[in-house]
């Protein structure tokens, strides 16, 4: 008998169709897993249909986080025949494939054939299928059944007790296969403090932001991959008091949540690309008003419908520049999911201070992307109200002239004055003007806050010492991938600069690349990032490293293209 | 006109001469004023085009957003502050035409706002082009043969979605459309008010005789608690009714919402809980 070892990682794939459950096996793997002390990592990656297709997730377990997507699979589980030709160029002969006769992909030889209907069926029904495959690991894996069941519990905890009791008897006889399973050896070690580590996906990370940042309203229309943020809050609006609503459309979504930030709401909206373009006019609406709106987008391929449940950056562009007139705004892309979670928080404090839109771009990849967290590295504000909102006297105006263009903002029914805000061309009270002299004061006020704005820009994250030849210039959710490449020893004499602010950009980003030979990382066709750094700063790129398929940068993209950098 | 304390003083107010928005402007001030509605209690919402700048021309607080789009920030407003008395006013262009869509689910939605639209049945910002409302055959420099389309029925689309408050005034009868208004005003729900007004500059067909000739009132013991009814009167092809067509009473929105079950206090009062959220964030371990 061959044994095949896995030492500190291994890289789990479960294919299937739409329907079939893929994801439960997913999170009820990577929670178990996670519980009993396991460094675990998880992203899907699936086809726009309810029902059918081939889907597939990804998970990493560890000893030490590794939160990239790897090409490589060392055990794929394929619940159903159909493979994805993008599935299949993963699979090597080293693959092992576990699973039903029918399943294997034909003539491949590294096999393990485990009948789990028959085994689900004994126990109630094909139901349990899914629930026996993840017993299968968590047997093969060293866990305690205590903490599966009680995990068990919890998951189906609205059903009755037999649902329940038979998922619990799923599980323990999926272990039982799985710790007779000679053929795999699995050598990982576990760390007593990652079983109480955080454990959520990049749309948590959002929404768990917004509650921070102190969100209140949020109304969108359903798009994927932004969605999930919408549902996350709709489940909190009664613990944490937002109004969620689902809009008739997102040109009404931007409008009332820009109404709601008027009456002293934290208020954002949730979309991708085509909602988004939706959304332009109400972006120039905020930027007119000077009304704070937080807006995410999930990004995903373009143009039009596109790839509706893939992911690319390919949106950069279009929000720098959406809006017509001039007005300032900050667009931020999270790298990683602690980052998500600070950043998101962040954007609230910033629409509220300078009254202007604040973007956070992230996309499909970053969003349905899960792995454990260290609970310190969430930074939570001492909430309180930090709110700029101020109590109005009777001469109140709203668009007082001042210094750095801010002026107090004040809310409808609070205090003794009148807040008026206009989308034309207004005077210092809010009432519309048609004064040439003071369209283009208060056009420069507006603008002019972009100087306030500018002391805030988060600086670039710097990864490797400054001395080396090579640079790498990327943003927002490539960070985890490229990082992980870069611990390749071959890739000594690069470094990474990484963008989470993406406009304005800090200053200090030109002095990083002089001299430098830059290698640019964008999930796009065309490096709008590397676009932009030569607009700004004049800065020329030879070397991109491009990818707009729909899917995300694996770890082995980034190591084989980076060598080809080296090379050329 | 008597005074009110919504008067603005002498402001350059930019309507033409005779402009039917200028009557409307007075019966929504002593409106306001008869129900006692302060200024600083009132936001004004309009979208764009010359019915839509109203708001600058009386002490409120105003949000004046985008052609078409004063439904969703009056719903969001609303929404965040139940203590505000919210209004959208703007034109026929603006509310049955680019913001036709927000009309339909704002009547579902159901928030607690007045919505006002003053219809004068053509564009007159943008110089006499065709409206959703103009009838058949109208002829402009746009529509050169006449109107094909059928008039849009504003009165009879929202009693079809079960509107919670229809009705149709003429800004011609500044008595009996305040009390309109007022009703509408302290309706609680959503609120439909059709006000017919002439564009002297524009509409030469549809002037104010020729609303006093094309216009009667609903009867004083009119069931507006009947939908068939009501709808059989808003379809009406002969001469077009004015007054309260419809009542349907419903919970508002805004109170359905379970944030205020427990708490009334308006968004901007209140505070985000720490603990909550740091209990929220160990549910993820």
Redesign the interface.
């Known amino acids: 008998m061959v044994v095949n070892e896995f030492n500190n990682k291994l890289i789990i794939v479960i294919s299937g169709q739409a329907g079939q459950g893929v994801s439960t096996v997913e999170s009820i793997l990577t929670s178990i897993l996670k519980k009993n002390g396991y460094n675990v990592f998880a992203t899907k990656e699936y086809m726009s249909r309810i029902r059918g297709g081939c889907n597939s997730s990804e998970i990493i377990v560890s000893d030490i986080s590794i939160n990239s997507f790897c090409d490589k699979i060392d055990i794929l589980f394929p619940l159903d025949k159909g493979y994805s030709s993008h599935l299949l160029k993963r699979i090597s002969r080293d693959t092992i494939m576990i699973g039903e006769k029918g399943n294997f992909y034909p003539d491949h030889e590294n096999i393990i054939e485990i009948d789990f209907s028959s085994i689900a069926r004994k126990l109630g029904g094909n139901i349990y299928t899914n629930i026996v495959i993840a017993g299968l690991m968590l047997g093969m894996l060293d866990t305690d059944i205590s903490i599966s069941e009680e995990f068990i519990q919890g998951f189906f905890g609205k059903k009755d007790n037999e649902v329940i009791k038979k998922n619990i008897e799923a599980i323990r006889s999926g272990m039982a296969e799985g710790i007779s399973l000679k053929q795999i050896k699995i050598n990982i070690e576990k760390k007593e403090f990652v079983k109480t580590n955080l454990l959520f996906s990049g749309t948590d990370s959002i929404a768990l932001g917004a509650i921070a940042g102190g969100c209140n309203f949020i109304a969108s229309y359903p798009m994927s991959p932004s969605t999930g943020v919408l549902t996350f809050l709709s489940q909190q609006s009664r613990e944490f008091g937002i109004i969620a609503e689902q809009a008739e459309d997102e040109i009404s979504a931007i409008n009332m949540s820009l109404g709601a930030s008027y009456a002293g709401a934290r208020s954002m909206v949730t979309t991708s690309g085509g909602g988004f373009a939706l959304m332009i006019e109400g972006v120039s609406l905020c930027g007119m008003t000077e009304t704070p709106l937080v807006i995410h987008i999930g990004q995903r391929p373009g143009p039009a419908t596109g790839l509706p449940t893939r992911t690319e950056q390919g949106d950069l562009e279009m929000v720098l520049y959406s809006g017509h007139g001039s007005f300032p705004r900050i667009i931020f892309a999270p790298s990683t999911l602690e980052n998500g979670f600070c950043i998101t928080q962040k954007a609230f404090n910033l629409a509220d201070k300078f009254q202007i839109p604040v973007f956070i771009l992230t996309d499909q990849y970053f969003l349905d992307t899960y792995y454990d967290i260290e609970p310190d590295t969430l930074d939570i504000p001492d909430t309180g109200n930090k709110s700029c909102i101020i109590e109005s006297n009777l001469d109140y105006k709203r668009y007082e002239l001042t210094i750095n263009g801010i002026s107090p903002r004040s809310v409808p029914g609070y205090g003794k004055g009148l807040v008026v805000v206009d989308s034309d061309e207004h005077d210092e009270i809010g009432h519309l003007t048609e004064d040439l002299d003071i369209r283009e004061e208060m056009n420069r006020k507006r603008i002019s806050k972009i100087e306030e704005i500018k002391k805030a820009i988060i600086p670039p994250v710097l990864l490797g010492d400054l001395n080396r030849n090579y640079v790498i210039v990327s943003w927002g959710s490539t960070f985890n991938v490229i990082a992980e490449a870069l611990k390749n020893k071959e890739f000594k004499d690069i470094a990474l600069m990484h963008l989470i602010q993406v406009y304005p950009l800090h200053d200090s980003i030109p002095e990083y690349l002089k001299n430098k030979t830059i290698i640019l990382i964008e999930n796009n066709e065309t490096g709008q990032l590397g676009r932009l750094l030569k607009l700004e700063f004049g800065i020329n790129i030879e070397k991109r490293i491009l990818k707009s398929n729909g899917l995300p940068f694996s770890k082995e993209e980034i190591e084989e293209n980076l060598r080809i950098a080296l090379r050329s | 006109m008597k005074p009110t304390r919504y008067d603005l003083g002498n402001i350059d107010i930019a309507w033409c001469p005779g402009c039917g928005n200028y009557s409307i402007l007075n019966i929504l001030k002593n409106a306001l004023d008869e129900l006692d509605i302060s200024?600083?209690?009132l936001?004004l919402?309009s979208g764009?085009g010359q019915a839509a700048?109203i708001?600058?021309y009386l002490?409120?607080?105003?949000?004046?957003?985008?052609h078409g789009?004063s439904?969703?920030?009056?719903?969001?407003?609303k929404?965040?502050?139940r203590?505000?008395v919210v209004i959208a006013e703007s034109g026929d262009g603006c509310m049955y035409g680019e913001g036709g869509?927000?009309l339909?689910?704002a009547i579902r939605r159901n928030p607690d706002i007045t919505v006002v639209i003053h219809n004068n049945m053509i564009y007159g910002l943008t110089k006499g082009q065709a409206s959703p409302t103009s009838q058949i055959g109208f002829k402009t420099k746009i529509q050169k043969d006449g109107v094909s389309s059928e008039p849009f029925n504003a009165v009879a689309l929202a009693i079809s979605l079960n509107a919670s408050f229809v009705s149709r005034a003429f800004s011609g009868d500044i008595d009996k459309s305040k009390e309109i208004l007022k009703k509408a005003i302290n309706h609680k729900g959503l609120s439909i008010v059709d006000m017919m007004h002439p564009c002297v500059s524009f509409n030469k067909v549809n002037t104010f005789s020729w609303f006093r000739e094309n216009t009667y009132y609903l009867e004083e013991d009119f069931d507006y608690t009947d939908r068939l009814k009501a709808f059989d009167r808003a379809i009406g092809k002969d001469k077009l009714a004015l007054g309260i067509f419809y009542i349907n009473e419903r919970n508002a929105f805004e109170d359905n919402?379970?944030?205020y079950?427990n708490?009334d206090l308006?968004?901007?009062?209140?505070?985000?809980?720490?603990d909550?959220?740091?209990k929220?964030?160990?549910s993820?371990?």
């Not at chain 2, 308006?266 to 720490?274: G, K, M, S, V, W």
Request: hydrophobic share 40%; no cysteine.
């Open positions: 200024p600083e209690n936001v919402v764009i700048k708001p600058h002490k409120s607080n105003v949000f004046n957003g985008l789009r439904i969703p920030p009056a719903t969001g407003i929404a965040s502050n203590n505000l869509n927000h339909l689910h919402l379970g944030i079950r708490n308006p968004l901007f009062r209140r505070i985000p809980d720490e909550k959220l740091r929220l964030i160990h993820f371990e």
